[in-house]
């Protein structure tokens, strides 16, 4: 009877994990218990790709035996893929090739655009430089995108559901960069322009009686203009709003020069438009205690010149955001010699927040003269949460975001140009995602972990730690003995009493 209930039961055993199985053809699941849920879909890629119309083909080309943690990379992409095919109904075909087998499978990859990355392995108690291959070529038709290398801090959902939206968008949404009036070229934005260029069609345009038709832009972008708007040009963007049109602005109302050591006001207008609607920017420069260095020259004894960073509180490190698809995700956000905007207007337009100073921030009034070796203390910043980014909605639906700094995105011009941190851009194409798209995709680009700087404690707290870290243990020690010696003492005793059995 035994030898049959143990029969039984493994052929019960054997039947649930065919049945498993068979599910699992069909069907793929699997927990995400991360914070930021990064290994579940968005509803934006379930959208893309149930409407998937054509076969799309995903070539996946990594190198084999990778160390663990770009190992566990490649699973992940791996993983991804198979839910993407399990939703797409087989429409998302895809192959992993190792083009370190022959030279024909590297020069394939490479010609697609993968270029093989040298990563830093330990074999055998030393450090080698390996060559890596980490890429993807997504094909549709005759037509490709290319994922060059998965960054294992990047977005993998992102990167693969915007090549997909690339490859089925036949007619790109338009929007403009408003030019004339000293505003930044499109060719700055090199960071920016890359992820716009995806879903969008980006043009130049002018704010003039020539322009016939404007209302086929989907979003106007103002960045940090330097001359004045007249009256012509606000009527038209009035009438565009009224219409429906969304205006993304970037505006520096203050400017500083740090070669001169000054910081003067910027009049172009634009900030007579916007206090009509009831938002007022402050004509000053927003100080924080959260801030980013600049470095100092210093001569020493013998001759020499010494660069030394400082902080520099006209420099605010913003990570303070609101709760919205714009900022959502977002860390940290440098923002030079920006001011502050609060909202004073009526019903006609909804006012909400987005970017905030942090809790110890102040505001000085242009003109300013920057004393570089000036003590800060807790009275220059008597302010908190100072607005730096904000959004109206009109009742006629017309959207305006406006951000008090018109370089935070800058990457310059190809000789000078400068590489900005991650949320420098997703800032500003978040934006002008929420305002020209409705796919969803915005969600996606924030969704991977970008920065965790360190949290600033004060001293008392550092040293509290420091004790609590180092007695906690021992009194943990100290106690697990004194239960453990009262029930010893407590066991002796029972023993010992008239008519104990064991």
Not at 167 to 191: H, M, R
Not at 199 to 213: A, E, Q, T, W
Not at 259 to 271: F, I, K, M, Y
Not at 403 to 423: E, M, V, W, Y
Request: with cysteine.
């Amino acid at each position: 009877m035994k030898k049959n209930s143990y029969n039984t039961s493994v052929l019960l055993l054997v039947g649930i994990l065919l049945v498993v199985a068979v599910i699992s053809e069909n069907y793929f699941f699997r927990l995400d218990l991360t914070k930021g849920k990064i290994y579940s879909l968005s509803n934006a890629t379930k959208g893309i790709l149930k409407n998937l119309k054509e076969p799309v083909t995903v070539t996946a080309y990594f190198t084999k035996n990778l160390p663990p943690d770009l190992a566990k990379v490649k699973q992940n992409f791996k993983d991804m893929l198979i839910e993407y095919n399990s939703l797409s109904k087989g429409k998302v075909v895809y192959k992993f090739e190792n083009p370190s087998k022959n030279q024909k499978t590297e020069a394939e990859a490479m010609r697609a655009g993968i270029q093989p990355v040298l990563f830093n392995v330990r074999q055998k108690d030393e450090m080698k430089q390996q060559k890596v291959f980490m890429g993807a070529k997504i094909q549709k038709g005759d037509n490709y995108e290319v994922i060059p290398f998965v960054n294992p801090k990047g977005s993998i959902e992102y990167d693969l559901s915007t090549a997909i939206k690339k490859l089925s968008v036949k007619n790109k949404p338009l929007i403009g960069f408003v030019e004339g009036q000293g505003e930044t070229p499109i060719k700055y934005f090199q960071q920016v322009m890359k992820e716009l260029k995806v879903l969008y069609n980006v043009k130049p345009l002018r704010l003039n009686d020539s322009i016939k038709n404007l209302y086929d832009y989907k979003t106007l972008i103002i960045n940090a203009p330097k001359d004045s708007f007249n009256l012509q040009q606000m009527k038209i963007m009035d009438d565009y709003l009224h219409q429906g049109g969304n205006i993304y602005i970037a505006m520096n109302r203050v400017e500083g020069n740090l070669r001169r050591l000054t910081g003067n006001a910027v009049n172009t207008g634009l900030e007579t438009w916007l206090s009509k609607k009831g938002l007022q920017v402050v004509n000053g420069f927003i100080v924080d205690e959260s801030c980013g260095n600049i470095g100092v020259s210093q001569r020493t004894g013998g001759g020499f010149s010494m660069t030394t960073q400082i902080k520099f509180p006209y420099l605010p490190i913003i990570t303070h955001f609101a709760d919205h698809p714009i900022t959502k995700g977002l860390e940290e956000v440098v923002m030079k010699f920006s001011s502050p905007m609060h909202y004073t207007g009526d019903s006609s337009y909804t006012f909400t927040p987005l970017a905030f100073s942090s809790k110890h921030a102040g505001v000085e009034k242009s003109p300013v003269y920057f004393n570089i070796n000036k003590h800060w203390g807790p009275n220059d910043f008597k302010d908190k949460n100072l607005i730096v980014a904000g959004l109206l909605v009109g009742k006629n639906k017309g959207r305006i975001i406006v951000i008090t700094n018109g370089d935070f995105a800058i990457n310059g011009s190809s000789r000078t140009a400068r590489r900005l941190q991650p949320d420098n851009v997703n800032l500003m194409v978040n934006s002008i995602d929420w305002l020209s798209d409705d796919t969803g995709l915005i969600n996606l680009r924030t969704k991977s972990i970008t920065s965790r700087p360190i949290k600033q404690l004060s001293d008392s707290t550092k040293l509290f730690l420091k004790w609590l870290n180092f007695l906690l243990p021992i009194l943990l020690v100290i106690i697990y003995g004194l239960i453990r010696m009262q029930y010893r003492t407590n066991q002796r005793i029972k023993r010992m009493e008239e008519g104990y059995v064991k």
